[in-house]
């Protein structure tokens, strides 16, 4: 334990983070890259890109309670500095997704207003279950809902949001690209971390896999809605700016796919990711019932 938490000390976030690929950005993008004029005189596409963005926010907002909630049941010194850095990492997410709300037009006067009108229900009560549990000191269902589950899902959904914004939006893929090597840091300690204490705590499983399934029911239930509100959007976002290039998301060219299609290439990656990161920490992936 001792000799993987080494990787994860102040100064190595220091150097991986802020001295390296976040180095001469802006909010996580370059000083001279704006939004798109299409999105911000466009009503339709930027309304899409208002909800879309809302949705970031709201999960960051959950990441970083659970992060911060995390530390002092943390067992280990180790454990506590990596979740102070990851900590800083989220609040980070929310300021830089929160900008972009600016940056679309929200007046900061608007922006909880704004958030409470476009956010997802099922997201709110995603986030519920997660800090349910990081709320009443569980640290080891915390971690695997948070660095596993959260983590899991906002990787892949950035990851999808990047291939699209890619040609048409550089800024916004720029921003998702810190995001994503954020994400891939905060999983990576889920993964190492919390196996050794799952293996000594069995115990806790049914209930962890219980939390799981929730979780995974309100994620792919967002997912469904989510896709169904911008789908319109979608199709304006064609005809007005035309297909880019290929836009390559696991085999599926996001220039062309329909919202279903979208939907469901993401839904089968967040949810193959789950089933390979819970085998490596001792879990079997719960689907959940009813989607």
């Known amino acids: 334990m001792a000799d993987f938490l080494s990787a994860y000390t102040i100064q190595r976030w220091l150097e991986l983070c802020p001295q390296g690929y976040l180095a001469d950005t802006v909010d996580g993008h370059g000083p001279d890259e704006i939004e798109p004029d299409i999105l911000l005189t466009d009503d339709d596409m930027r309304t899409d890109a208002i909800r879309t963005t809302v949705q970031l926010v709201a999960g960051e907002r959950a990441a970083l309670a659970a992060s911060s909630g995390l530390i002092n049941s943390a067992p280990d010194l180790g454990s506590k500095t990596f979740l102070a850095t990851q900590t800083l990492d989220e609040a980070r997410h929310v300021e830089i997704f929160t900008q972009r709300l600016y940056d679309l037009g929200v007046k900061p006067a608007d922006l909880e207003s704004t958030i409470d009108h476009f956010v997802n229900p099922h997201l709110v009560k995603f986030a519920g279950v997660l800090l349910d549990k990081v709320n ?39 921003t998702l690209r810190g995001t994503i090597a954020d994400e891939r840091r905060h999983v990576g ?17 049914p209930e962890i896999e219980d939390m799981q399934r929730e979780m995974a029911y309100h994620m792919l239930m967002t997912f469904s809605s989510s896709f169904a509100e911008g789908d319109s959007a979608l ?14 998301y696991h085999g599926t060219n996001l220039s062309t796919a329909s919202s279903e299609d979208m939907q469901a290439v993401l839904a089968n990656t967040v949810v193959g990711e789950f089933e390979t990161r819970l085998a490596r920490i001792g879990l079997e992936y719960q689907p959940p019932v009813g989607v």
């Open 189 to 205: 300690f889920g993964e190492n971390t919390i196996g050794a204490l799952i293996r000594q705590h069995p115990e806790k499983k």
């Open 136 to 174: 009443s000191g569980d640290f080891i269902a915390g971690v695997v809902g948070q660095n596993i589950v959260l983590e899991g899902m906002a990787f892949s959904v950035f990851e999808m949001l990047e291939a699209g914004s890619r040609e048409l939006n550089p800024k916004f893929a720029h």
């Open 235 to 248: 199709e304006k976002n064609r005809q007005t700016i035309g297909e880019q290039g290929p836009a390559d």
